[in-house]
C-alpha cells in the first residue's frame, strides 16, 4: 500500500496534465488518447489499493476477533481461579487454625507416646 499511494498521484498528476494538454491544444486524437490511457491506469491504481486496503481492514478485524476470544477464555479461566480459591482459601485458613497442635489429653498417655516412639 505504501508503495501504490505515490504511484496514484503520479497518475492522477498525469491525468490532469494530459487534461491541460488537450484543453490547451484542442482535440489532438493522441493526447485524448493518452489522457484516456491516464484515467484508466489512475482508476486501476485506485481499485487496487481499496482492494489492498480492504484486505488490511479484514485482516486487523479478525485478528480483533481472536483477540477477543483469547480475552474470553483469559476472563474464564480467571473465574475458575478465583472459585477455587474461594473454595480452599478459608480452608486452607481453618485448617491452620485448628491443624495446630492443641491439647488434646493424649499428649501425656502412654498410648499415645507409643505411637510415635521408635
Same mark, same amino acid.
Not at 508503495?3 to 490547451?24: R, V
Not at 479461566?77 to 478465583?82: A, D, I, S
Given at each position: 500500500?505504501? !508503495? @501504490?499511494?505515490? #504511484?496514484?498521484?503520479?497518475?492522477?498528476? +498525469?491525468?490532469? /496534465?494530459?487534461?491541460?494538454?488537450? &484543453?490547451?491544444?484542442?482535440?489532438?486524437? !493522441? @493526447?485524448?488518447? #493518452?489522457?484516456?490511457?491516464?484515467?484508466? +491506469?489512475?482508476? /486501476?491504481?485506485?481499485?487496487?489499493? &481499496?482492494?489492498?486496503?480492504?484486505?488490511? !481492514?479484514?485482516?486487523?478485524?479478525?485478528?480483533?476477533?481472536?483477540?477477543?476470544?483469547?480475552?474470553?477464555?483469559?476472563?474464564?479461566?480467571?473465574?475458575?481461579?478465583?472459585?477455587?480459591?474461594?473454595?480452599?482459601?478459608?480452608?486452607?485458613?481453618?485448617?491452620?487454625?485448628?491443624?495446630?497442635?492443641?491439647?488434646?489429653?493424649?499428649?501425656?498417655?502412654?498410648?499415645?507416646?507409643?505411637?510415635?516412639?521408635?
Amino acid at each position: 500500500m505504501e !508503495d @501504490i499511494a505515490p #504511484l496514484g498521484l503520479a497518475t492522477k498528476n +498525469l491525468y490532469a /496534465t494530459w487534461q491541460a494538454a488537450g &484543453e490547451g491544444i484542442g482535440s489532438d486524437r !493522441d @493526447i485524448i488518447d #493518452l489522457r484516456d490511457w491516464a484515467y484508466d +491506469l489512475e482508476r /486501476t491504481l485506485d481499485l487496487l489499493y &481499496e482492494n489492498a486496503k480492504n484486505a488490511v !481492514d479484514y485482516r486487523i478485524a479478525q485478528q480483533a476477533e481472536q483477540q477477543t476470544q483469547l480475552s474470553l477464555e483469559s476472563v474464564k479461566v480467571g473465574y475458575r481461579l478465583n472459585l477455587l480459591a474461594t473454595i480452599f482459601f478459608p480452608l486452607t485458613a481453618i485448617s491452620c487454625v485448628f491443624g495446630m497442635n492443641l491439647t488434646n489429653g493424649l499428649e501425656n498417655s502412654s498410648f499415645g507416646l507409643s505411637l510415635f516412639s521408635d
